[in-house]
T-cell receptor, first 115, second 115 residues
Framework: AQTVTQSQPEMSVQEAETVTLSCTYDTSENNYYLFWYKQPPSRQMILVIRQEAYKQQNATENRFSVNFQKAAKSFSLKISDSQLGDTAMYFCAFMKQGGAQKLVFGQGTRLTINP | KAGVTQTPRYLIKTRGQQVTLSCSPISGHRSVSWYQQTPGQGLQFLFEYFSETQRNKGNFPGRFSGRQFSNSRSEMNVSTLELGDSALYLC??????????????FGPGTRLTVL
């Protein structure tokens, strides 16, 4: 079975700062996907960024980038130039390649961006 | 394209009752996954349906069941409700894609309160 661990329950930074959210996972699978999802207060869960395990290059999406260390089973999210709208719960998630669409989530990190 | 819709958005039931939640996926999506979100247990996978067949099931008691119709709409049912079933129930749909992965698009959720 796969497990995902987010060791930072809460984080708080000032607007425009850079923040890094940590995530580690455990799996015996070789082919899988990793995701960061964002859940703003009282709003829908949306995908921030995804990483295919077979790709060595770290994924980036505008201000969001990941540091994927496959051997260490680590998958951190860096948010640059943070904005007030980045305030949300962030979930790291794992999915095996192929088969059912089943996400395994971490416990989440509550990120607050202060003005 | 309309997003994932879930009905009802809020529901209050008493212990012992049963409840049915509905999810309409994005047009063209054939996979529907259900998740339970609670403060204590976080986000947990319930089950996934693809083309009216359950492909995977999480570790939940048999009181939790689901089905999918030919138009890909899905329902989940919880019988003999317990206080611990109070949660946000999220539905996610995904379409066909390459490489064994399809992005999951989440609905707004149904907030179930069991009294």
């Amino acid at each position: 079975a796969q497990t995902v661990t987010q060791s930072q329950p809460e984080m708080s930074v000032q607007e425009a700062e850079t923040v890094t959210l940590s995530c580690t996972y455990d799996t015996s699978e070789n082919n899988y996907y990793l995701f960061w999802y964002k859940q703003p207060p009282s709003r829908q869960m949306i995908l921030v960024i995804r990483q295919e395990a077979y790709k060595q290059q770290n994924a980036t999406e505008n201000r969001f980038s990941v540091n994927f260390q496959k051997a260490a089973k680590s998958f951190s999210l860096k948010i640059s130039d943070s904005q007030l709208g980045d305030t949300a719960m962030y979930f790291c998630a794992f999915m095996k390649q192929g088969g059912a669409q089943k996400l395994v989530f971490g416990q989440g990190t509550r990120l607050t961006i202060n003005p | 394209k309309a997003g994932v819709t879930q009905t009802p958005r809020y529901l209050i039931k008493t212990r012992g009752q049963q409840v049915t939640l509905s999810c309409s996926p994005i047009s063209g999506h054939r996979s529907v996954s259900w998740y339970q979100q609670t403060p204590g247990q976080g986000l947990q996978f319930l089950f996934e349906y693809f083309s009216e067949t359950q492909r995977n099931k999480g570790n939940f008691p048999g009181r939790f069941s689901g089905r999918q119709f030919s138009n890909s709409r899905s329902e989940m049912n919880v019988s003999t409700l317990e206080l611990g079933d109070s949660a946000l129930y999220l539905c996610a749909s995904s379409g066909l894609g390459r490489g064994g992965h399809n992005e999951q698009f989440f609905g707004p959720g149904t907030r179930l309160t069991v009294l």
